[in-house]
């Protein structure tokens, strides 16, 4: 009985912004849709607005997969795991065992395919891609929580707003400039009633 799948689907149970007040649950499994989305988002307009060769499938995949650890370990949240390096480096090394303990689900065919989008390569401009978009993501939720009333998310946004805009990525900006002022529309407002 192979359990990957089944691993991946309780990706839905693992709630994220766990110290924050929200006026919305969000789950790994909707956040990593979300940076999917958004990281073919940024490729697309890197390679086709900016002449750009960032491989797509590889960094979309890597969106895919980037949380899949978190079902072994939850969501840490950003304060605790980057409250100094000693705690990031062992949460790092507990990531990895909890990667390859579900790596080791898939059948040995498949795991070789499968296996290089859970533990992105850090260093590769798809993996760059996917990283921004995960700031995006986090950035659209706090826009989200923000228009909901939620002030909880004030410093959020303002933090991970600055973070974006100093990856100095023009995909980045151009996203900004076309894309983000319609998150601050109603529904009646994006249908154009």
């Known amino acids: ?10 990706m839905k149970f693992i709630r994220r912004w766990q110290l924050m007040r929200c006026t919305r649950d969000e789950n790994i499994m909707e956040h990593s849709h979300s940076v999917a989305v958004l990281t073919h988002a ?11 060769n960032v491989n797509i499938q590889n960094a979309v995949f890597y969106a895919l997969y980037h949380e899949v650890s978190e079902v072994m370990t939850g969501d840490l949240p950003t304060p605790v795991k980057y ?6 480096g062992e949460y790092e090394k507990l990531e990895q065992l909890a990667v390859d303990k579900i790596a080791a689900t898939l059948p040995e065919e498949m795991r070789e395919v499968i296996y290089p989008y859970l533990r992105a390569e850090d260093d590769g401009e798809a993996y760059m891609f996917m990283k921004a978009a995960d700031k995006l993501s986090a950035y659209i939720k706090c826009l989200e929580e923000l228009r909901s009333g939620n002030k909880e998310f004030s410093k959020a946004e303002k933090t991970i707003c600055r973070s974006l805009k100093g990856l100095n990525m023009r995909s980045v900006d151009y996203f900004f400039e076309h894309f983000i002022p319609a ?3 109603t529904l009646d407002e994006l249908e154009g009633l």
Not at 42 to 52: A, M, Q, R, T, Y
Not at 83 to 88: A, K, T
Request: glycine share 6%; aromatic share 16%; hydrophobic share 45%.
């Open 83 to 88: 409250f100094n390096n000693s705690i990031h």
């Open 1 to 10: 009985m192979e359990k990957f799948y089944a691993h991946l689907d309780r």
């Open 42 to 52: 940024l490729c697309v307009i890197e390679n086709s607005v900016f002449g750009g």
């Open 183 to 185: 998150f601050s529309l």
